[in-house]
């Protein structure tokens, strides 16, 4: 094949890739649904931390936005409730509430009348509340770095900062009505670090979830 007719070729390519991207509009969703998380690690001993799952909540928006047929990235800005529950004498319960903002990766293939859903990729969150529950609501307040006074203050700290990574799948109904399973894997340590004092404890937010959407 002459070079002409190759730029020609790809000239027209690109072209074809534009427009169909340029009529492929960006779309809108809510969702809602339950979550079922628990906070992993270690204790300062080195011992796994014997936690159970919290049921809770999320709730938010995200938009699609075409990057190639079927393939989408997805951001979007979440109200997300995590924690968990201690199954100690006192029924002691951790509730942590985020601002979570997802970004990822979405593949979205015509199945049948609708679309199958895979999406993978990083979330960032940012707690802001929490609270301690064991007979009585203790508020957990949030430092990067306490002194050893603060640690054994008997008050809860942790770090506000989260990050991890999400990966879900489910269906897109023609009616736009989705629902998907949704699982995450928190990378943060959100256990503050203690001055002068080599603490070994690991406390990482994971869990999964199930969500009801809509897309507009």
Same mark, same amino acid.
């Given at each position: 094949? +002459?070079?002409?007719?190759?730029?020609? #070729?790809?000239? #027209?390519?690109?072209?074809?890739?534009?427009?169909?991207?340029?009529?492929?509009?960006?779309?809108?969703?809510?969702?809602?649904?339950? *979550?079922?998380?628990?906070?992993? &690690?270690?204790?300062?001993?080195? %011992?796994?931390?014997?936690?159970?799952? +919290?049921?809770? /909540?999320?709730?938010?928006?995200?938009?699609?936005?075409?990057?190639?047929?079927?393939?989408?990235? !997805?951001?979007?800005?979440?109200?997300?409730?995590?924690?968990?529950? #201690?199954? =100690?004498? %006192?029924?002691? !319960?951790? *509730?942590?509430? @985020?601002?979570?903002?997802?970004?990822?990766?979405? @593949?979205?293939?015509?199945?049948?009348?609708?679309?199958?859903?895979? &999406?993978?990729?990083?979330?960032?969150?940012?707690?802001?509340?929490? +609270?301690?529950?064991?007979?009585?609501?203790? %508020?957990?307040?949030?430092? *990067?770095?306490?002194?050893?006074?603060?640690?054994?203050?008997?008050?809860?700290?942790?770090?506000?900062?989260?990050?991890?990574?999400?990966?879900? /799948?489910? @269906?897109?109904?023609?009616?736009?009505?989705?629902?998907?399973?949704?699982?995450?894997?928190?990378?943060? *340590?959100?256990?503050?670090?203690?001055?002068?004092?080599? =603490?070994?404890?690991?406390?990482?937010?994971?869990?999964?979830?199930?969500?009801?959407?809509? !897309?507009?």
């Amino acid at each position: 094949m +002459k070079t002409k007719n190759v730029i020609a #070729l790809a000239v #027209l390519s690109l072209i074809v890739f534009h427009t169909s991207i340029a009529q492929t509009k960006t779309s809108f969703s809510i969702r809602a649904g339950v *979550n079922f998380q628990n906070i992993n &690690g270690e204790d300062m001993l080195g %011992d796994d931390l014997d936690w159970k799952l +919290k049921t809770g /909540f999320h709730i938010g928006a995200e938009a699609d936005v075409p990057i190639a047929t079927d393939f989408f990235i !997805r951001p979007g800005v979440l109200f997300s409730t995590k924690g968990a529950n #201690l199954d =100690d004498p %006192d029924d002691t !319960r951790i *509730n942590l509430s @985020y601002i979570e903002v997802p970004i990822s990766f979405t @593949y979205k293939p015509v199945l049948g009348t609708g679309r199958l859903i895979l &999406g993978v990729g990083p979330y960032v969150a940012f707690a802001v509340g929490g +609270k301690v529950k064991n007979g009585v609501d203790e %508020d957990i307040e949030f430092e *990067n770095e306490i002194s050893p006074a603060q640690a054994i203050s008997g008050t809860v700290f942790m770090k506000r900062f989260d990050a991890g990574g999400n990966i879900f /799948f489910g @269906y897109e109904f023609a009616q736009r009505i989705f629902a998907q399973l949704n699982a995450q894997l928190g990378l943060v *340590n959100i256990n503050p670090d203690i001055e002068g004092i080599d =603490d070994d404890t690991k406390m990482k937010n994971t869990g999964f979830g199930i969500s009801i959407g809509y !897309r507009f």
